[in-house]
């Protein structure tokens, strides 16, 4: 379908999916937890904690379970942050539903990260990575070489020590943003802007920054082809390739709830 195709698209009705995303920060020690997703949906991409909102179950309640079950990171429910969320919608077809997902950080846990056979935790760099640059990719780590020769960054905690006791061994590499979902390239360095304090935000973006006082974003991306492949020259990443027609809003309320199934594509906020 041709991108100009997809983009006269009337709006329609579609049915939301609804997903979690957590992604651990650890602001004294300046670094970000994200796992390496070694099977089903996903394999083989670096991203936040979560899965599909079991029926009858709570948004963060789900986000709370599907982080402790893929890190081992126990998360009170108080101290869950809300930070926004991701509306991914394929144009290829009319039926898929919308996958909503929303997004949470962390600062206080219980436990230790631990690789599960779903997925390898991995720390980055906080301040190096609040700008989507071509880093060198990060390690793939795979089921039989986890306890194997990885760097110190894989090492898991030896039993009975806290992770934040450990002396940090390597500099951290910055997130690789390249063995992520696309659409992460956009609104993950966004968020991290946001939580920084100003003098460490780039320049360029101190300005966008300071209009966003709003407390959640929404990001809004429509898939064309549906594929997800890593594009870059000289260095510069293709964040819009397999997007189409895509929006990030700061609002102050996320219209939790009103999007199911009700909400027709490109008037929410
Ligand atoms: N384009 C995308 N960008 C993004 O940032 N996160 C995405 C994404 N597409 C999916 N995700 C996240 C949402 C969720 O955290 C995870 C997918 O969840 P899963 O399918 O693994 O759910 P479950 O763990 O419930 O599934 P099972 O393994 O079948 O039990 O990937």
Redesign the pocket.
């Known amino acids: 379908m041709a991108t100009t195709d997809a983009m006269q698209l009337p709006p329609k009705l579609k049915t939301h999916k609804q997903?979690?995303?957590?992604i651990p920060l650890d602001l004294q020690r300046d670094r970000v937890l994200l796992g390496y997703?070694l099977?089903?949906?996903?394999q083989g991409?670096y991203?936040?904690?979560?899965?599909?909102?079991?029926q009858g179950e709570s948004i963060v309640a789900?986000a709370i379970r599907?982080l402790h079950?893929?890190s081992g990171l126990l998360v009170r429910e108080p101290d869950m942050i809300q930070r926004g969320a991701?509306l991914?919608e394929t144009v290829a077809d009319n039926s898929s539903p919308i996958?909503e997902?929303h997004?949470f950080t962390v600062d206080k846990w219980e436990g230790t990260e631990n690789a599960t056979d779903?997925m390898h935790p991995t720390w980055f760099s906080l301040s190096e990575s609040l700008t989507p640059t071509s880093a060198t990719p990060a390690p793939i780590p795979t089921p039989n070489v986890i306890s194997g020769s990885l760097p110190s960054s894989f090492l898991s905690t030896p039993p009975g020590t806290e992770a934040h006791d450990l002396p940090l061994a390597l500099p951290l590499q910055p997130i690789p943003y390249h063995q992520?979902?696309?659409?992460?390239r956009v609104?993950?360095p966004r968020l991290l802007q946001n939580l920084m304090p100003p003098d460490l935000v780039p320049q360029e973006q101190q300005e966008e920054q300071q209009q966003k006082k709003k407390r959640y974003f929404i990001h809004h991306?429509q898939?064309i082809g549906g594929v997800?492949r890593d594009v870059s020259s000289n260095g510069e990443y293709s964040v819009w390739h397999g997007m189409g027609e895509r929006r990030l809003d700061w609002v102050d309320e996320l219209p939790v709830g009103e999007w199911d199934s009700r909400r027709t594509f490109g008037r929410y906020p």
């Open positions: 997903y979690t995303l957590v997703k099977r089903g949906f996903g991409k991203n936040g904690f979560g899965g599909k909102v079991e789900a599907e079950e893929e991701l991914l996958l997902i997004v779903e992520m979902w696309e659409e992460s609104w993950l991306v898939f997800d």
